[in-house]
């Protein structure tokens, strides 16, 4: 078990539990308290939801206070309390000492483990197989992401399981002819027909074939697929348990040598280099880039903050490398702190709003509810991406409530639903957003500089991770 990096924070953990004492605080470390006030109400909290009203969120709140209301009329005794926090490294150790986690809140799955081994994580098995969602959900694809030892810790934080692809600016494609009959983008099958599509769509249109991402970790993030798909593996575990970064390797340096021949030979990029996805999500939305690496969950973000029209975008899955085509699999996942009688409410809150695997009249009014708010703000509905459910009933009754509001025609995404041929794998075991930082300077380098040598830069790379990060673990 890893050792707890952040329990020498004696004075702030005090005072966050003085704070929480003096204000009458019901939260509760995980298997201690029982989540009641003084009147014997039953308290759960559900992290990331908006505690007062305003113009951005209104419809959200509306929603939240109309469910609030109506579990709360369903389940006498029980009060559901919203709680604006988000999972944040910042501040989650000081929280989970002083037990002022939310009852249910939703975290990466790159945390998941340090949650668990930190006993941060309440045991939700048995909760699990009660509810039926045993016998739904799609472990055998996605049960890495919340399950460990055969045991459930999390559940998949609903619209937000992704599998990685490529999105596409169908206005770019046409302007450069390359749509098929139907008028959808000529997909390129390989990373190197993705090269020379950019290199179209740069000539004719002098916009940006392809925007990548190079900071924030989420350079690394996307390039992990890339390299994936040229044979690359990242670490190893030795007999005795230490880890090993591998990814310096001769599949590695060709998986790097194409990111710079995207900038030195095909000139394709671009012109911010240093970019976060929202670089790349933006320039896709204004027409200023033709492709990008995605999910499809970010295309509603797109939508909202850039503009990005449902009408003028595609997505299809991950383009094939001399290894094979590869794409990374990840979601929000829900993390319970409470008693069994608090997670078990949570259970039946996540029934309510349609986030469970059966499928009652409540459950497909929830639905039709916020597909309407999501086809009001420019959503991508129609397409459900990512399936996290093997039950066939409750797939077709969701697909059913979704129709009404439907944004997009299914050939625009039917490629990346489909999936064929693609192998879906989860990230690292180890040390995974350093690592990401670690490819993010490795990009920058090669892109930034014409001379760099791939080897070079990956294997200095490589040495540092590994001495910095995967030396210190114990």
């Known amino acids: ?185 000529k997909f390129p099958q390989t990373w190197e027909e993705l090269a020379e599509t950019a290199k179209i769509i740069k000539e004719k249109t002098g916009k940006a074939g392809f925007a990548i991402a190079t900071k924030n970790n989420q350079g690394g993030w996307h390039f992990m697929n890339i390299m994936w798909s040229y044979g690359a593996d990242f670490m190893e575990q030795d007999k005795n348990g230490k880890w090993k970064a591998t990814f310096a390797s001769e599949e590695g340096v060709k998986a790097l040598q194409y990111i710079k021949d995207l900038k030195w030979k095909y000139n394709v990029l671009q012109d911010e280099l240093l970019a976060d996805i929202q670089v790349g999500g933006r320039m896709l939305s204004t027409g200023d880039a033709a492709m990008i690496i995605t999910q499809r969950s970010m295309l509603d973000t797109y939508a909202e903050k850039f503009g990005l029209k449902a009408n003028n975008v595609a997505m299809s899955k991950m383009p094939a490398g001399p290894a094979g085509r590869f794409a990374q699999v990840g979601a929000n996942v829900y993390m319970f702190s409470g008693t069994e009688e608090q997670n078990e409410m949570c259970f039946k809150w996540l029934d309510m709003l349609g986030q469970g695997p059966n499928v009652t009249d409540a459950t497909k009014e929830q639905w039709a509810k916020n597909y309407e708010i999501k086809a009001g703000k420019g959503h991508i509905v129609g397409v459900r991406g990512a399936n996290l459910w093997i039950n066939d009933e409750r797939v077709k009754a969701e697909m059913e409530a979704m129709e009404p509001y439907r944004t997009v025609e299914d050939k625009f995404f039917a490629d990346y639903v489909n999936g064929e041929g693609v192998e879906y794998k989860f990230e690292p075991e180890r040390c995974v957003q350093q690592l990401y930082a670690a490819l993010d300077n490795a990009i920058q380098t090669v892109l930034l500089d014409e001379n760099a040598d791939c080897k070079d830069v990956l294997e200095k790379t490589q040495a540092d991770f590994q001495v910095n990060f995967l030396d210190k673990e114990v």
């Open 1 to 185: 078990m890893m050792k707890n990096k952040f329990k020498g924070i004696v004075s702030t953990v005090l005072t966050a539990v003085i704070a929480c004492s003096l204000a009458g605080c019901v939260g509760t470390k995980v298997g201690q308290g029982d989540g009641r006030d003084g009147d014997g109400n039953l308290h759960i909290s559900i992290g990331g939801t908006p505690t007062e009203k305003t113009e951005e969120n209104a419809k959200t709140y509306d929603l939240f206070m109309k469910n609030k209301a109506d579990f709360e009329a369903a389940n006498p005794g029980v009060i559901v309390d919203a709680d604006n926090w988000s999972f944040d490294l910042k501040n989650y150790m000081t929280k989970a000492e002083a037990g002022d986690l939310p009852t249910m809140y939703h975290t990466s799955p790159t945390e998941v483990n340090n949650i668990v081994e930190n006993g941060y994580a309440a045991d939700i098995t048995e909760l699990v197989k009660k509810y039926g969602y045993d016998k739904m959900l799609n472990d055998e694809k996605y049960g890495k992401l919340y399950m460990r030892d055969g045991k459930y810790y999390g559940l998949i934080k609903d619209g937000t399981l992704y599998d990685m692809g490529i999105a596409y600016n169908v206005d770019l494609f046409r302007q450069a002819g390359l749509l098929d009959e139907n008028g959808v983008p």
